[in-house]
């Protein structure tokens, strides 16, 4: 392994030292070799010296790598092709006359070098991105060629030059080639824009083939002019104004458009004729088509005369085409006439003038006019909007509302607030949206409407004030829990949380104490509300103070302390838990319930140990395992906890769901203990999963044990799906590395593997066979004094001396968990690796020998660091797990 890695270092190092060379001291050959060798090239800076070395070597480099190109089907080109293409970019890209039309001439000459179709069409490409009139000669040779064709065209037509153009036309009135070839023409005279075809083109139209028919129209809807109206004018009429093979329709009216400019006159006769005759025919959109260049041809003073007109019509998808077309140029003068339709048009046209008139207000160039229009001297545009609110249709309703939120003046806001007064409430939900939507301050305005409004619209506004945390209407809500129906109280109490403030907290609290049991959450969370606006510490003084003077009613706060996450607050809970009965001790339990952090974990616990026949288990179980399962803790930590919790969960339910966490955590430790309920037939399926998900997701996890874990998997599996998981886990094992991988040092049975320490290494070393025999078996007697193994754990207590392995060991890896016993006095451990160093473990109250630094130190360290990084260690009577590396 060694080896391969010196040798990939040396040929790093020979490329990088054969990039730092100038081309100039290479031979075009050895350039042209080193670029192919490098592409494509992973960074910009080398990529562009690669292709500057390459652009250096002229003709002879380009021909060099068009001679590398292999013939299709005899290997790949991607790297010729990469350094090719990237050449023809630099070349255009740096600006350089000579050096583009070195580069030109070279692939002119690589041209008839070659045979191949594809490398003749590759070396054309390169010509249409660099190449000039130099190339005109020689791209014309290939417009008959049906292969090349294609190519050759699309490159005269990137030329642009009126001699490219006159190749193009030369070429077409040969006709010598084949349809194909033509069309190939065809197209590229219309890419090009050679109007001088103009009049070949129209010898070409009528052509029986649709698809020829439909290059020339195009064609000509491209390059013609006047003499080419009639032409496709007819062409659209056979088509029958409509979309088919040929395109005449869409021809007709691209030609129409090009020529709105310099032929205004003819294009307006033509426009106008084609509008009757598409309504004739049915075909809505080519005449909404030609009504978009008669807007777009006519006078400025007649095109509002023009959408006015156009308002009239019956069809609604035309109306709204015109408003569209209009948009590019209404002025005031516009949308002063089309507000004078409104107060008289039919409902279908309010709506779409209104819609319009608001899609237009959104634009910031345009916002100011619609909003201070006015349609004469004493009557404001807003005016007629206003009016529309109290239309009875309600799609007109609805259009003008949006309109007026889109324009967002201020003085628009009591008129929404009206709405939340209707019967209806479609339009009580109408006015709320708009209400919600609006940018200004509508606080006032629906603290008004509340007061006289039904209960729909009662609702609806406590709703709004409550989303634009209105305190200073928190008086409209507070009426309405006083006097307003069942439905309408009990929105209020949930409003009240987003319309209080600390002012407020006395009186919630007050509120609190005399809720009924319906009312007693929304005012627990009105009362957090108005505490957040508090230091935190505040809020626990300020809650345990209200506790006292609340007496026997001090169980309602329980609820608001936990919001604090405080230590205090998680003191005096767990105390009103543990002395209390009935609703208070409930109470209680509900806030531990809905703590937010960790802390709480251990009281849920215990509660589960001490009372696992009460109705509180289940919910504490369930709480706890979502707490310790959080993400923000590494998978480790999690599996720890969850392993607490599997040792007291009492239903399959509730281990499925542990297991499912447990996989989540994706460690190795996670993996082997899921495989301990693959034999547990009503969990087996969990466990499944978590082993499989952890083995397939972690490929560093390998070795005989969990060989072991995935072919046991693969004989429980039972679901849908297990067929394809059956071969997800073949393959992994078949790619899997070979090796024992992990193994267990304990059994978990006895001290089978272990031995008692004789003095430390070095001494060892120096002693003869026999007298090492008799030490050891002293170390083994004194070891077994204090070393014993219960309940799968291997138990010091504290008497006696260090156990060793049996086996010596060199590099490893090893999983260690641990834990320290809080009855033990100055609890203090480690682990000694070889000798040392030792791996620390202590209590981290003992500050008088330094423990506060924490575990995981490595202790004897006299020169390198010592201490850890940080304090990870749970607390005394709690497992935790140490990954060790030793090299």
């Known amino acids: 392994m060694r080896k391969a890695y010196i040798s990939i270092a040396a040929l790093l190092l020979c490329g990088s030292m054969l990039m730092a060379q100038t081309p100039a001291n290479r031979t075009a050959k050895t350039t042209a070799a080193d670029v192919l060798a490098q592409m494509p090239a992973a960074k910009q800076a080398a990529y562009n010296k690669l292709i500057g070395d390459l652009s250096s070597t002229g003709e002879e480099g380009v021909l060099m790598l068009v001679n590398m190109i292999n013939a299709p089907g005899k290997g790949s080109n991607a790297n010729v092709d990469y350094a090719l293409s990237g050449l023809t970019h630099y070349v255009m890209a740096k600006g350089e006359e000579n050096a583009r039309l070195v580069t030109a001439k070279a692939y002119l000459k690589a041209l008839e070098m070659v045979n191949e179709r594809e490398t003749k069409a590759f070396i054309i490409r390169q010509l249409q991105m660099l190449g000039k009139d130099e190339c005109i000669e020689v791209l014309a040779s290939y417009l008959n060629d049906e292969a090349l064709s294609g190519p050759a065209a699309r490159a005269l037509a990137a030329n642009g030059s009126e001699k490219a153009g006159q190749a193009l036309v030369a070429a077409l009135k040969m006709r010598s080639g084949s349809s194909k070839t033509q069309k190939d023409v065809i197209r590229a005279i219309a890419d090009a824009r050679v109007k001088e075809a103009e009049t070949l083109l129209l010898t070409l139209q009528g052509a029986a083939d649709p698809n020829m028919q439909k290059e ?41 458009k090009r020529l709105v400019q310099s032929d205004r006159d003819a294009v307006m006769k033509a426009a106008k004729k084609l509008q009757k005759a598409a309504a004739k025919a049915g075909q809505e959109q080519t005449r909404e088509a030609a009504l978009q260049i008669l807007l777009a041809a006519e006078e400025p003073a007649k095109v509002s005369k023009m ?9 609604k998808n035309y109306r709204n085409a015109a408003l569209s077309y209009a948009s590019g140029f209404a002025d005031k003068e516009l949308y002063i006439e089309l507000m004078k339709m409104v107060p008289k048009a039919k409902p279908e046209l309010k709506i779409d003038i209104l819609n319009w008139i608001g899609r237009e207000a959104k634009k910031p160039v345009k916002h100011d006019i619609i909003q201070n229009l006015e349609i004469r001297f004493d009557l404001p545009a807003k005016q007629i909007l206003l009016e529309q609110l109290g239309d009875v249709n309600f799609d007109v309703k609805q259009a003008a509302t949006w309109t007026l939120v889109k324009i967002g003046d201020k003085s628009y806001i009591p008129s929404l607030a009206e709405l939340l007064k209707s019967d209806d409430k479609q339009v009580v939900l109408l006015g709320q949206d708009a209400l919600a939507a609006f940018p200004g301050d509508i606080d006032g305005a629906v ?18 004030l409550a989303m634009r945390k ?16 069942p439905e309408v109280k009990a929105a209020a109490y949930v409003a009240l949380k987003d319309v209080v403030g600390e ?23 009105a009362v957090i509300s108005a505490l957040s606006s508090l230091p935190v510490a505040d809020r626990v003084e300020t809650v345990t103070r209200r506790m006292l003077q609340a007496g026997n009613k001090d169980y309602l706060y329980y609820l608001v302390l936990a919001s604090t996450g405080q230590p205090d607050a998680l003191a005096t809970v767990v105390k009103g838990f543990r002395s209390n009965t009935g609703v208070k001790r409930d109470a209680a339990f509900e806030a531990l319930l809905n703590w937010k952090g960790i802390e709480v974990a251990d009281e849920l616990y215990t509660i589960c140990k001490e009372s696992p026949s009460s109705n509180y288990f289940d919910p504490a179980l369930t709480t706890y395992v979502k707490l310790v399962s959080n993400p923000a803790f590494t998978g480790e930590n999690r599996l720890l906890s969850l392993r607490k919790a599997m040792e007291i969960a009492k239903t399959d339910a509730q281990k499925i769901a542990i297991l499912q966490q447990i996989e989540n955590t994706g460690t190795f430790l996670g993996m082997l203990y899921a495989g301990e309920f693959l034999d547990q037939k009503p969990v087996q399926q969990a466990a499944a999963n978590a082993v499989m998900n952890i083995a397939l997701g972690n490929k560093e996890y390998m070795g005989a044990n969990v060989r072991a874990l995935l072919n046991k998997v693969m004989e429980v599996l039972d679901n849908p799906d297990a067929g394809y998981q059956k071969e997800a886990i073949k393959k992994h094992l078949a790619e899997m590395p070979q090796g024992e991988g992990f193994v267990s040092l304990f059994n978990g049975k006895d001290l089978t593997g272990w031995k008692g320490l004789v003095q430390n290494p070095i001494a060892r070393a120096k002693m003869k066979p026999g007298q090492l025999a008799k030490e050891q078996a002293k170390a083994d007697e004194v070891m077994r004094k204090g070393w014993s193994v219960e309940d799968g754990m291997l138990i010091f207590n504290g008497k006696g001396d260090n156990l060793c392995t049996e086996k010596q060991y060199g590099d490893f890896e090893m999983y260690v968990d641990w834990m320290l016993d809080p009855a033990g006095p100055e609890a203090d451990a480690g682990i000694y690796l070889r000798g040392t160093p030792q791996v620390q473990i202590w209590d981290t109250s003992r500050v008088n020998v330094g423990a506060q630094v924490g575990s995981g130190g490595l202790y004897n360290n006299q020169m390198n660091e010592s201490k850890p990084t940080k304090v990870a260690d749970n607390k005394l009577g709690e497992w935790n797990s140490f990954y060790i590396k030793m090299v």
Not at 307 to 315: H, L
């Open 447 to 464: 603290a008004k409407a509340v007061s006289s409004a039904a209960n729909a619209g009662k609702i609806a506004g406590l709703e709004l």
């Open 470 to 485: 209105a305190t200073a209407n928190i008086n409209t809500v507070l009426d309405q829990i006083q006097i307003g129906s």
């Open 503 to 525: 002012r407020d907290i006395t009186n919630m609290c007050g509120m609190l104490e005399t809720a009924d049991a319906l009312a007693v959450p929304p005012m627990q969370r």
């Open 307 to 315: 959408v006015i007109a156009a308002m009239k019509d019956p069809s």
């Open 216 to 256: 020339v129209l195009y064609a000509l809807s491209c390059v013609g002019g006047s003499t080419s109206l009639p032409v496709l004018a007819q062409a659209a009429e056979n088509a029958g104004y409509t979309m088919e093979v040929t395109g005449a329709n869409e021809a007709y009216i691209a030609l129409l």
